[in-house]
Nanobody, 121 residues
Framework: VQLQASGGGSVQFGGSLRVSCSASGSIFSITAMGWYRQAPGKQRELVAS???????NYADSVKGRFTISRDNAKNTVYLQMTSLKPEDTAVYYCNADLRPVSGSSIYTRYWGQGTLVTVSS
């Protein structure tokens, strides 16, 4: 099982960007998926999460600007980012709480490799 993130890049202040993350491999099911970010010199923080039923949760700093969504058929989670600010600059990591087909029946959090988002002023 692996998570592959894509879509990061550089954008100017006020711009938009969408990042995606797909889970692949022998997956039995996925519950929550989400995005965290880590800026230089700071701790990793939650950006947004979404359950398999579509319930969402956002960090206060991104409410009204970011939208998380998912395609359960594709095991993919998206993060649409608008009105980007320089303080949004960070490496964005996706995660998924999933149960593989084989092995333990416990749901485990898997992480993607991270994608860099840079917002210039």
């Amino acid at each position: 099982v692996q998570l592959q993130a894509s879509g990061g890049g550089s954008v100017q202040f006020g711009g938009s960007l969408r990042v995606s993350c797909s889970a692949s491999g022998s997956i039995f099911s996925i519950t929550a998926m989400g995005w965290y970010r880590q800026a230089p010199g700071k701790q990793r923080e939650l950006v947004a999460s979404i359950t398999s039923g579509g319930s969402t949760n956002y960090a206060d700093s991104v409410k009204g600007r970011f939208t998380i969504s998912r395609d359960n058929a594709k095991n993919t989670v998206y993060l649409q980012m608008t009105s980007l600010k320089p303080e949004d600059t960070a490496v964005y990591y996706c995660n998924a709480d999933l149960r593989p087909v084989s092995g333990s029946s416990i749901y485990t959090r898997y992480w993607g490799q991270g994608t860099l988002v840079t917002v210039s002023s």
